[in-house]
């Protein structure tokens, strides 16, 4: 989960480097391969919700000449760029990170010192309660807390293309993966026994049990959940993976213009699931976004998060990049079979997102 450093500085010691294949969690092959059908059936269950947790503590690095650290910083941001790309020929610019270390100048030499004790403190952490015990050192004026904010789901609304964004900013101390999968259901039911290891078998994305326990462990955390115009939520996710047994089960009715059985499985369920996390989060300290996948929508949607997320709005970009589009996926080909929308077919969809507005 990004950490987000208000102004404050990105502590170098954090960054570590790791083998190229590793450095490149989101590639081409990654990001965009098609997801496998457990994957996918879990997504489309109405008791999951995709979480972008965070992140395996980074260790402490070894001195190194400013020079060959500043190398490696560009080495390791241009790995994760890898998986950003909008088009497959396309990278995303990187920015420049520099201007956020400046305000370690404006420190006093004890505030640099607390700055550095609470971030290598949290990086040596390897499970809950030890961040816990290292949330109780004092922090350098600006220095959030840890972890400071999760992007959770929905899925299929630009959610790659925000962590894309997010972790150019100079003030976000980003994962090293979208979706860390750091917490399993062998974490049930408390957090507190989660160690990393346990933690990084696959996601648990429940509804049910997470959200009280991330605020029992983290009471300041922020959530921005992203959600979208559902109908095409619901396509989205249907399209995921055209070739897989999911779709081939459904194929008669996709042929017909999305039948609604199908796409009643893959629905978001938007608000059986905000209901659990409005249940144990304050209502400012959760974000609820829509219309961030619409052109005209889109800056202002992007603008409000960064306000929400306490970090400069300006930067790195007003543009949300394309990221994990479903052309981008598969060939047009394969997915132009199922464009045969037809207007009966299209109307129900729409009374299917009504009633869901409506609830
Ligand atoms: N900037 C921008 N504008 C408009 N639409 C955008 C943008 N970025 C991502 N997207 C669309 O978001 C869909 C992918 O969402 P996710 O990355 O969250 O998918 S996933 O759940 O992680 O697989 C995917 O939707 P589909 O193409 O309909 O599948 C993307 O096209």
């Given at each position: ?5 208000d102004?404050?500085p ?10 190229v ?33 965070p ?30 790309r ?91 993966l ?8 062998k ?36 959530m ?51 209901r ?18 619409a ?10 998060l ?31 079979k ?6 009966a ?15």
């Amino acid at each position: 989960m990004p950490e987000v450093k208000d102004g404050q500085p990105q502590q170098r010691v954090e960054k570590q480097q790791q083998p190229v294949a590793e450095q490149r969690p989101q590639t081409e092959q990654q990001a965009q391969q098609p997801k496998t059908e457990a994957q996918l059936g879990a997504r489309a269950e109405p008791a999951k919700f995709k979480v972008e947790q965070p992140h395996e503590p980074e260790q402490v690095e070894q001195a190194h000449e400013p020079e060959q650290v500043e190398q490696e910083e560009q080495a390791t941001l241009e790995g994760q760029l890898m998986g950003c790309r909008t088009l497959k020929t396309d990278p995303i610019p990187a920015v420049d990170k520099s201007p956020s270390l400046r305000v370690l100048e404006t420190y006093t030499p004890q505030q640099q010192q607390q700055a550095q004790q609470y971030t290598a403190a949290v990086g040596a952490c390897t499970d809950f309660a030890c961040l816990r015990q290292a949330n109780q050192l004092p922090r350098a004026p600006g220095q959030f807390p840890f972890p400071h904010f999760l992007v959770i789901g929905f899925p299929k609304c630009a959610t790659t293309s925000i962590y894309c964004h997010l972790i150019q900013h100079p003030q976000v101390q980003h994962p090293k993966l979208k979706e860390p999968h750091l917490l399993t259901d062998k974490c049930r039911p408390s957090l507190s026994n989660c160690s990393v290891e346990a933690q990084q078998q696959y996601v648990v994305e429940e509804s049910d049990w997470l959200p009280e326990q991330l605020a029992a462990a983290f009471p300041w955390l922020k959530m921005a959940i992203s959600m979208r115009e559902p109908i095409s939520q619901a396509i989205a996710m249907l399209l995921h993976n055209p070739g897989s047994p999911f779709v081939h089960a459904c194929e008669e009715q996709l042929m017909r213009g999305l039948g609604i059985q199908c796409t009643a499985e893959a629905r978001a369920h938007y608000s059986s699931k905000l209901r659990q996390w409005m249940a144990f989060f304050p209502r400012e300290q959760l974000h609820v976004y829509e219309g961030i996948t619409a052109v005209d929508a889109m800056p202002g949607a992007l603008l409000h998060l960064k306000s929400f997320l306490g970090v400069d709005e300006s930067l790195p970009s007003g543009t949300l990049p394309l990221t994990n589009w479903k052309h981008q996926r598969s060939g047009p080909d394969e997915l132009g079979k199922y464009w045969m929308l037809r207007r009966a077919d299209y109307e129900l969809l729409v009374g299917m997102a009504r009633n869901d507005t409506v609830e």
